[in-house]
């Protein structure tokens, strides 16, 4: 009995570890860096883009094996154009497969039912035989309600590049 009561607190440790992980950073404030650094709460900028509302944009980060995905909002922008950003929401994700990778915002290849939409985030896998993406997950970042929202991955083409 008192193992699977254990099993039981363990499970819910971990699932509200994840949950505490995924907000960690709501709330932070930082200024805009080059893809490549590190930011002062110790996270790597892996590069982002512009939503439709340019006010807002989405960026990946990493911290140990933990990748991220931020949905941030432009605050100001100092004397030297260089924005100041608050995070609104953040995906959390463990490391990306070797083919997979988020096509998102103006770097996106990606429509759904044939329109092109900068607020869409996809998560593909390259299939080099085939030259094509398997779609796995999507979001939209909604920048009313400042969140991410999960989705469906029906009518989402996107076009692999041609190496």
Request: with cysteine; aromatic share 10%; hydrophobic share 40%.
């Given at each position: 009995m008192k193992f699977k009561l254990f099993?039981?607190?363990t499970v819910l440790a971990s699932a509200l570890?994840?949950?505490?992980?995924?907000?960690?950073f709501v709330?932070?404030?930082h200024r805009g860096v080059v893809v490549g650094e590190t930011l002062p709460n110790g996270v790597k900028d892996l590069g982002?883009?512009?939503?439709?509302d340019e006010n807002y944009g989405v960026s990946r980060f990493s911290k140990g094996k933990k990748h991220y995905l931020w949905l941030e909002k432009i605050t100001e922008r100092g004397s030297d154009g260089?924005?100041?950003?608050?995070?609104?929401?953040?995906?959390?994700?463990?490391?990306l497969g070797?083919?997979?990778?988020?096509?998102?915002?103006?770097?996106?290849t990606c429509t759904t039912d044939g329109a092109e939409s900068l607020d869409t985030i996809v998560l593909v896998e390259h299939k080099?035989?085939?030259?094509?993406?398997?779609?796995?997950?999507?979001?939209?970042?909604n920048v009313a309600s400042e969140k991410f929202e999960k989705i469906s991955t029906r009518g989402i083409q996107c076009t692999a590049e041609v190496p």
């Amino acid at each position: 009995m008192k193992f699977k009561l254990f099993i039981l607190l363990t499970v819910l440790a971990s699932a509200l570890n994840v949950a505490a992980q995924e907000t960690e950073f709501v709330g932070f404030k930082h200024r805009g860096v080059v893809v490549g650094e590190t930011l002062p709460n110790g996270v790597k900028d892996l590069g982002g883009g512009l939503l439709s509302d340019e006010n807002y944009g989405v960026s990946r980060f990493s911290k140990g094996k933990k990748h991220y995905l931020w949905l941030e909002k432009i605050t100001e922008r100092g004397s030297d154009g260089v924005p100041n950003w608050i995070v609104k929401d953040v995906l959390l994700f463990d490391a990306l497969g070797k083919d997979q990778k988020f096509l998102f915002s103006y770097s996106s290849t990606c429509t759904t039912d044939g329109a092109e939409s900068l607020d869409t985030i996809v998560l593909v896998e390259h299939k080099p035989k085939t030259k094509k993406y398997k779609i796995l997950k999507a979001w939209k970042a909604n920048v009313a309600s400042e969140k991410f929202e999960k989705i469906s991955t029906r009518g989402i083409q996107c076009t692999a590049e041609v190496p």
